[in-house]
């Protein structure tokens, strides 16, 4: 499957489809029935339905017109800025952003570029926010390189409940600032790893808004 334009994004169907499934039963055994019994898990249900749509909308975002902005590639909570290393980097910078199961889950590529490496590690599921779940949970990452040769790197990370990482973007592949390439189910992380020596344009605590909240500019 790659990614979707839709406003719901495809991999969200299954989900959506077994919620609306109990929701009906319960609805047709509490109105059958007659059952107070069933009403309230049937209510229980209802919001479910409305949770799942919620949680795999694909809204349409607009990069910034700088093409030096480097972009968030998740929405959500940024959980830390500063220093660290990374094996395919080495020193470097690192802004990490936390995604609850509230927020838009759907992950776009922070600059245009090519994708010069992918790689996988299998890990624990920490809580996202925990400072060891950079190196600890299970994730994916790209290496993207630009025209000129900055080479930034960003991994999608596994939660506490998140337990399925998808990512479509494939080593050789051009990339496009904001373009959609993957998404994590239910709560997760993506660190994003910059070149030593940028300015952070965000803090810790700020929101992000994935393909639009400019992180740093490349220059």
């Keep these: 499957?790659?990614?979707?334009?839709?406003?719901?994004?495809?991999?969200?169907?299954?989900?959506?489809?077994?919620?609306v499934g109990l929701f009906l039963l319960l609805a047709a055994g509490t109105l059958l029935l007659n059952s107070a019994v069933l009403a309230f898990p049937a209510g229980i249900a209802f919001l479910l339905v409305l949770f799942v749509i919620s949680f795999f909308r694909n809204p349409e975002r607009t990069p910034p017109v700088d093409t030096?902005?480097?972009?968030?590639?998740?929405?959500?909570?940024?959980?830390?800025?500063?220093?660290a290393t990374q094996e395919h980097l080495g020193a470097c910078q690192k802004i990490s952003i936390f995604m609850s199961v509230f927020n838009v889950h759907v992950?776009?590529?922070?600059?245009t570029g090519k994708v010069v490496e992918r790689f996988y590690k299998q890990g624990k599921f920490y809580d996202a926010r925990h400072a060891d779940a950079s190196c600890e949970n299970e994730q994916c990452g790209l290496v993207m390189e630009q025209e000129n040769g900055v080479r930034v790197a960003f991994v999608q990370i596994a939660g506490l409940i998140a337990r399925r990482i998808l990512c479509y973007a494939e080593v050789g592949e051009q990339l496009e600032r904001g373009q959609r390439y993957g998404m994590i189910r239910f709560g997760s992380r993506v660190d994003v790893y910059l070149p030593e020596g940028l300015e952070p344009l965000v803090a810790v605590g700020q929101t992000t808004v994935a393909g639009e909240t400019a992180l740093v500019r490349l220059g």
Excluded: C, K, Q, W
């Excluded at 030096?68 to 590639?73: F, I, N, Q, S």
């Excluded at 992950?107 to 600059?111: D, G, K, V």
């Design 1 to 19: 499957m790659r990614p979707s334009n839709a406003l719901i994004t495809p991999e969200g169907y299954p989900f959506i489809a077994y919620s």
């Design 107 to 111: 992950n776009r590529a922070p600059i």
């Design 68 to 83: 030096t902005l480097l972009v968030a590639p998740a929405d959500g909570t940024i959980v830390y800025v500063g220093p």
